[in-house]
């Protein structure tokens, strides 16, 4: 089956630092990627929507200056937290699609736990 | 805009005892519904999908969810649990099918021997 993979898994960070995240798509093309906050006990929230190429469509009340995600290749999408700060402290899932029609199927990954001190 | 709302935060079952998690959603047209599981160390894995048709759909892992309009409901529902059966289940409503999917907050399934 489609896998995706996110690296890294884990990581802290001092507050004022810049982290990036990669999301790759391992056997399959990604022309849509997506990029979820999850808050503890909370649902996923989708930030963001890239495809290949084209510069990301963000949700409303998301910095995109903030959240910078390039989607440089079809197997590749990276999302790096600028200045961050205890508050972006969250997880950070992704997930892929083949496609960009209305059935096709989104593969997450396995999310980035992120710390900022 | 659509909204999922996910009653259950926690539910605990008996091993080989059935299993049915509710899910009630909000949207103004015919909705795409989801369910997927999250277990942890992994991502998100789509157990079935509704998005027209059928009002039962049939998963993977033995799971099934009905979806009642007058109810504005999807439950998922498994007859007998197993242990691995253990994870987070997420129900999930799209507007433009999966690409702008909402998702509830989640229903943590503990099931004890």
């Known amino acids: 089956g489609a896998v995706v993979s996110q690296h890294p898994s884990r990581v802290i960070c001092k507050s004022g630092t810049s982290v990036k995240i990669e999301c790759r798509s391992l056997?399959?093309?990604?022309?849509?990627m997506f990029w979820y906050r999850q808050f503890p006990k909370q649902s996923l929230m989708l930030m963001a929507t890239?495809?290949?190429?084209?510069?990301?469509?963000?949700e409303q009340g998301v910095e995109k200056d903030k959240f910078l995600i390039n989607h440089a290749s079809l197997t590749l999408s990276t999302l790096t937290v600028t200045s961050a700060h205890p508050e972006d402290s969250s997880f950070y899932i992704c997930?892929?699609?083949?496609?960009?029609?209305?059935?096709?199927?989104?593969?997450f990954g396995p999310g980035t736990r992120l710390l900022v001190l | 805009a659509q909204s999922v709302t996910q009653p259950d935060i926690h539910i605990t079952v008996s091993e080989g005892a059935s299993l049915e998690l509710r899910c009630n959603y909000s949207?103004?047209?015919?909705?795409?519904l989801f369910w997927y599981v999250q277990s942890p160390g992994q991502g998100l894995q789509l157990l079935l999908k509704y998005f027209s048709g059928d009002t039962l759909v049939q998963g993977i892992k033995g799971f099934e969810a009905e979806f009642k309009r007058s109810q504005s409901s999807f439950n998922l529902r498994k007859p007998s649990v197993h242990w691995s059966d253990a994870a987070e289940y997420f129900c999930a409503v799209g507007a433009g099918g999966y690409q702008k999917v909402t998702f509830g907050t989640g229903t943590k399934l503990q099931v004890i021997p």
């Open positions: 056997d399959f093309q990604a022309t849509t």
């Open positions: 997930s892929a699609s083949p496609g960009t029609g209305v059935q096709e199927t989104q593969y």
């Open positions: 949207y103004g047209a015919t909705p795409y």
């Open positions: 890239s495809n290949e190429g084209s510069k990301a469509t963000y």
